[in-house]
Each structure stands twice: as C-alpha cells, then as structure tokens.
T-cell receptor, first 113, second 114 residues
Framework: NAGVTQTPKFRVLKTGQSMTLLCAQD?????MYWYRQDPGMGLRLIHY???????AKGEVPDGYNVSRLKKQNFLLGLESAAPSQTSVYFC????????????FGPGTRLLVL | AQSVTQPDIHITVSEGASLELRCNYS??????LFWYVQSPGQGLQLLLK??????LVQGIKGFEAEFKRSQSSFNLRKPSVHWSDAAEYFC????????????FGTGTQLKVEL
C-alpha cells in the first residue's frame, strides 16, 4: 500500500515549457486535490476532484489544468510555465465525506527559470 | 469565506519544555478543524481533528488541541517536546461547501533546542 505517490519529485522548466505532474493513490479515495506551497503562504488549493471524470477550481486555478480520467490518478498540467509557478506541489486524497482526513503525497518541487 | 491565522511564524523551545501553537479561525458555522505536521522534505500528516463533541481533542505523538468557540481558537499543545517534533505545523479549517476542502493557515515552524 503506497498511499499517495507523485511523479516527478523534482523538475526544472524554462519559461513557456509545458509539463504534467502525476498523482496516484491506491486507497480507493473518491476525492483528490492539488495544492501549491509557497514560503509564508501555507498550502493553497489549485484544483480538486470529487470523483472520476470531475474537476473543480480551487483558490488559485489560473495557469493550471487538471484531469481525472481514472479514479486513482489526478493529473496537473502547466501549459506554459511561468516563474510565478515555481513552487512545491502537493497532491492529496480523501474519502468522500466531510471532515475526512486528507492523505498527502511527498510533493514535487518545480523550478521555472 | 473561511480563514485561518497562525500568528507565530517561528517558535523555538527547549527539549522537554511544553509547547503551545496558536490557531485562530474565521468561519460562519461550527467549524471542522485540523492540525497537520510537515517534516522537512515530506508531505503533511494529520495530527488531530475536531468536528463536534469534547472540545479537547487528543492526537498522535502526544499532541492535543482545545477548541474554544468564544475565542475562535484551536491551539495545539504538547506537555513535553522531543527533538523529533521539529517540523512545520499547519492549522486548517474544513469548507462545508462540499468536496471536503481545507483552508490552511500559513504555518508555524518549530525549532527544538537540545
């Protein structure tokens, strides 16, 4: 049982390049989330999904797209990376009830030059 | 919209000393409240959560938190800190708007002096 895994662990991009971050969970969770963590700002929700085939915007969705084609996977895409997207990205998942624990992946550190 | 304030950015305590990390929230109804811990280079791990009932909540690793509605606070405490408790601590409030979403505070970095 690996929990929540994220690929890659670290990536360097040039401005304007695109990339996809992959999140996978093996806990059969319905809900999945993408956060970004920046110094002094805590974690901010980018997008989330309440089930396969569904996605919704969070607090800071601009510049990102997501897809949830399979229940266990949640992809975060950057179509044209900008230096402001330099951050640590965390994926999380939970069961489909309120006040459920969110389980976090180890994070992806992204540097955009 | 809900919000969470963690007024202390950094806290340093000696090993064996007691610890209290402050958290204040803003929420229109009865809040769902959480404390998560993040060790260096790791993801977040749940310490404890509150949604109803007893206002003193016990968590893992010897931590506890007390919900005080009158003060809109949910402070985290530990009677005796261990060096391994050095980490960043995040308070969060649940969003009753669906999706089990969380709004996090900006975090408190705990340093433990030996």
């Amino acid at each position: 049982n690996a929990g929540v895994t994220q690929t890659p662990k670290f990536r360097v991009l040039k401005t304007g390049q695109s990339m996809t971050l992959l999140c996978a969970q093996d806990m059969n969770h319905e809900y999945m989330y993408w956060y970004r963590q920046d110094p002094g700002m805590g974690l901010r929700l980018i997008h989330y999904s309440v089930g396969e085939g569904t996605t919704a915007k969070g607090e800071v969705p601009d510049g990102y797209n997501v897809s949830r084609l399979k229940k266990q996977n949640f992809l975060l895409g950057l179509e044209s990376a900008a230096p402001s997207q330099t951050s640590v990205y965390f994926c999380a998942s939970s069961y489909d009830q309120e006040i459920e624990t969110q389980y976090f992946g180890p994070g992806t550190r992204l540097l955009v030059l | 919209a809900q919000s969470v304030t963690q007024p202390d950015i950094h806290i340093t305590v000696s090993e064996g000393a007691s610890l209290e990390l402050r958290c204040n929230y803003s929420y229109g109804a009865t809040p769902y409240l959480f404390w998560y811990v993040q060790s260096p280079g790791q993801g977040l791990q749940l310490l404890l959560k509150y949604f109803s009932g007893d206002t003193l909540v016990q968590g893992i690793k010897g931590f506890e938190a007390e919900f005080k509605r009158s003060q809109s606070s949910f402070n985290l405490r530990k009677p005796s800190v261990h060096w391994s408790d050095a980490a960043e601590y995040f308070c969060a409030v649940g969003d009753a708007g669906g999706g089990n979403k969380l709004t996090f505070g900006t975090g408190t970095q705990l340093k433990v002096e030996l």
